[in-house]
């Protein structure tokens, strides 16, 4: 298990742009984090949040239909979350458009 | 408020066919004020639904996160990737439109 949070943690953050990467468990617990600690657990309480509403309201429209990701697009930057089984993985970028 | 969406569309004609020949399942616009669907290429049950579940309920949670966040930021755009397929949302000040694709 935490080989492969590293194998994805520098995988994801050799792009560029990528400005910080959180990777919680399922209980919306930081694992690993390269942002701030206040600030991860900002984005991990939201961002766990709306990943579960977002899961149930997507059952609810179709019922044989899944999540698989979520995309965020702000003023400021790009909020992009990866729910999976495992983890929920947080990558926030700054797309220059 | 639907003569502002007809003129819009209209000046947009371009952007509009773009968005609707790629491979789109359809599309919802949906008047923010009056919670109803402003127009849209599906029937009236499923435009309800992502007019219910996605306008209503998801497009304001994510608000709320972003400014959550931080407060002088605001949310764009959205895109929402599921199994079968993909949900485009953009939040506007009087309209809130969505591409299914």
């Known amino acids: 298990m935490s080989a492969e949070i590293e194998d994805l943690l520098k995988r994801y953050q050799n792009y560029p742009n990528v400005s910080g990467i959180i990777i919680l468990d399922p209980f919306a617990i930081p694992i690993k984090t390269t942002m701030e600690y206040t600030l991860t657990v900002h984005y991990a309480a939201l961002i766990s949040t709306l990943t579960y509403k977002a899961a149930k309201m997507i059952t609810n429209l179709d019922a044989s239909n899944e999540l698989v990701t979520i995309r965020l697009r702000t003023k400021v930057h790009e909020v992009i979350v990866l729910p999976s089984e495992n983890y929920i993985i947080i990558v926030v970028q700054n797309p220059g458009t | ?101």
């Open chain 2, 1 to 101: 408020m639907n003569r502002i969406l007809e003129k819009v569309i209209h000046q947009n004609g371009t952007i509009v066919d773009r968005i609707l020949s790629e491979h789109t399942i359809g599309y919802v616009v949906s008047d923010n004020t009056a919670n109803a669907v402003a127009e849209t290429s599906f029937d009236n049950t499923s435009a309800q639904a992502i007019l219910k579940h996605l306008h209503g309920l998801l497009v304001s949670t994510c608000q709320s996160v972003v400014r959550d966040i931080d407060p002088s930021n605001k949310l764009c755009f959205m895109r929402l990737g599921t199994r079968k397929f993909e949900y485009l949302v953009a939040p506007e000040e009087y309209f809130t439109i969505t591409v299914v694709q």
